[in-house]
């Protein structure tokens, strides 16, 4: 039996500035992010990761690379770990997107005609992509800790791959930068270990 865990990326310039940044290049952690993924390496220590694999995005990569030199491993760069690409979406404040197109969030889960309408990758895809690179991992990787470090929605769907969720829970989940999802795989079955582990004390910090 082997873990995988999934690592969202540390709080990058989109979180704080509430922009759809999604492929976009040039948006880098923060001072916080920094420090978050600092924090989340030593809590990784003792799961004797033996290999990363990383989305390319630089918030991602970023803090990947800053893992894998507290567990002195070189990550992988894989773009089944890529953010969404987010089409016509790309660069929209939220607040301005709400406002033209509704909860385009939800309308995501819910497979809505807007989503592919606009040039957004549809939930559908990015579960197919995330199962697949989870297979490699497997195959690759017997009864070993792997960390993947990627970016929400790509947990979510793997998420969504082991657990009964409706669109609405999905849009409702959030998973916290910085934090760890950890999926246990044996006999061909996936079970979820954790979701939001991290740091004991930022748990109290109120929202993400």
């Known amino acids: 039996m082997g873990l995988i865990i999934f690592l969202r990326h540390g709080q990058a310039q989109n979180n704080t500035s509430r922009v759809l940044t999604g492929r976009s290049p040039g948006v880098s952690l923060t001072k916080t992010g920094i420090n978050q993924a600092h924090d989340i390496a030593k809590y990784l220590k003792p799961f004797n990761i033996s290999h990363i694999y990383t989305s390319p995005i630089e918030r991602a990569q970023k803090t990947a690379e800053i893992v894998g030199d507290h567990l002195d491993l070189i990550p992988t760069l894989d773009e089944r770990l890529l953010e969404l690409e987010m089409g016509k979406f790309s660069g929209m404040k939220y607040d301005n997107l709400f406002a033209k197109h509704g909860n385009v969030f939800l309308k995501f889960y819910q ?15 990015v579960k197919k992509r995330v199962v697949e690179l989870v297979d490699h991992v497997i195959a690759e990787h017997q009864d070993s800790n792997v960390l993947l470090v990627t970016h929400m929605d790509p947990i979510k769907a793997m998420l969504s791959n082991i657990l009964n969720l409706n669109p609405r829970s999905l849009f409702e989940l ?35």
Do not use: C
């Open 174 to 208: 959030i998973i916290a930068n910085a934090s760890l999802t950890i999926v246990r795989h044996q006999d061909g079955n996936f079970s979820l270990a954790a979701i939001n582990a991290m740091n004991s004390d930022r748990y109290n910090q109120g929202p993400f």
């Open 111 to 125: 497979g809505d005609p807007t989503i592919e309408e606009n040039g957004v990758e549809t939930f559908v895809q």
